[in-house]
């Protein structure tokens, strides 16, 4: 049996900003920033002048969840600089804090953004040097100036992200404070056996037709911003939030619940799901690896998306070799194997080094409408988590 969210104590208006803030202001020495506040004295990555930077450190020590990735990239990045690269795992820990995380008791476990325990479970906080971050940490590391400027002006890779994921979340007050490694990108998926074509809006979710085969495996904060979409709204600017919690109402009876991505992927490739909400990436798995009979879509009214970011803690005891690393892994050559080993999309462009088949299936194309899911203004998030706690 699922688990029921806790009722919402309504004295207090919890938000993503809050909760990270609170727990940020407890933990000022786990990491050591951007800062949403001003510039702070920022000394590390920010003061190169010239490329590359110098440093004789032995080894660069991460917390990532792409292990297969650091360890196929290892020995290029050893030989070009002559550190090593330690990972030391998950750097999330999906604990959950009822006392101040609103959206503990969700219905799916884990919600990639919810606040997690950010305690190091291996070894001293002071000893990492590059951290694998989703949005919610990402935030809270901005929120309590806690992540290192990186000086992307010197940096050769960064030109190769796309202009769009240039800028977003990670850039707060004309500083750069992380740098895009995945975008995820949650579309309309279809079963090809029973669309003879792709549908052209999000309509067909709350399609009657479909009802009980309908698969919601895109992430917790999408729900309301597609709803948002399916009413004719702008997902960043709504105007009717009474119509959104209605349409989730609906959109529940369709699906049943929330499905994890692994949940979503299972339903695909069985033929149990018609029509959904999914990740392009598991997308990708089902119908490349599985050769199930599904495909993806960006509808009329358009699609959401996030990415995950990697950052250099003010605390890493090696930041010049941290900044080499995140150079490094924003190469095309790099993010080959991102996409290979860890069946993800990379946010730097590495098509040159896919086939043609899997190229034109993972490209973005310029005339999606596409919404970034972070940053939510307080406002905003406030809004949609009472919608998602009525709901879910």
């Not at 933990?27 to 003061?47: E, F, I, R, V, Y």
Request: charged residues 25%; glycine residues 8%.
């Amino acid at each position: 049996m699922r688990e029921q969210i806790p009722p919402h104590d309504r004295r207090t208006a919890w938000t993503r900003r809050n909760v990270l803030a609170a727990v940020g202001a407890g933990m000022s020495t786990t990491l050591a920033g951007c800062t949403s506040t001003g510039p702070a004295p920022d000394p590390g990555p920010a003061l190169i002048s010239s490329w590359p930077p110098e440093t004789d450190a032995e080894a660069v020590v991460t917390r990532s969840v792409y292990h297969g990735w650091l360890s196929q990239v290892e020995p290029s990045f050893r030989e070009r600089t002559g550190a090593k690269i330690r990972n030391l795992g998950d750097p999330i820990q999906w604990d959950v804090h009822r006392d101040t995380d609103p959206l503990s008791g969700s219905v799916i476990a884990p919600v990639i953004d919810r606040v997690p325990d950010l305690r190091n479970k291996e070894g001293p906080t002071e000893a990492i040097d590059v951290v694998d971050v989703r949005p919610g940490w990402l935030e809270m590391g901005i929120e309590n100036d806690l992540v290192a400027s990186l000086p992307t002006e010197q940096m050769p890779a960064w030109e190769n992200l796309p202009d769009e994921l240039q800028d977003g979340p990670h850039r707060q007050d004309g500083r750069t404070c992380g740098i895009p490694t995945v975008k995820i990108l949650s579309a309309l998926v279809y079963n090809t056996d029973v669309f003879q074509s792709a549908p052209d809006s999000w309509e067909v979710l709350w399609n009657k037709a479909h009802r009980g085969n309908v698969v919601l495996g895109g992430g917790y904060w999408d729900m309301p911003l597609i709803a948002a979409l399916y009413t004719g709204q702008d997902p960043r600017d709504p105007t009717d939030f009474e119509a959104v919690g209605e349409a989730l109402k609906t959109l529940r009876e369709q699906a049943g619940s929330l499905s994890t991505p692994l949940e979503a992927f299972e339903a695909v490739t069985t033929g149990d799901a018609e029509v959904g909400l999914m990740r392009q990436s598991t997308v990708f798995q089902a119908r490349f690896k599985r050769g199930a009979a599904v495909d993806y879509t960006v509808p009329s009214e358009g699609a959401v998306y996030k990415c995950f970011y990697h950052l250099i803690p003010k605390t890493a005891p090696n930041p010049m070799a941290a900044l080499s690393l995140v150079n490094w892994l924003a190469r095309p050559e790099a993010s080959d194997p991102l996409f290979r080993r860890e069946g993800v999309v990379p946010a730097v462009d590495a098509s040159s080094h896919l086939p043609e088949d899997i190229r034109s299936y993972l490209r973005w194309d310029n005339e999606w409408t596409l919404h970034n899911i972070f940053p939510l203004s307080e406002e905003l998030s406030v809004a949609y988590g009472e919608q998602l706690r009525n709901v879910f």
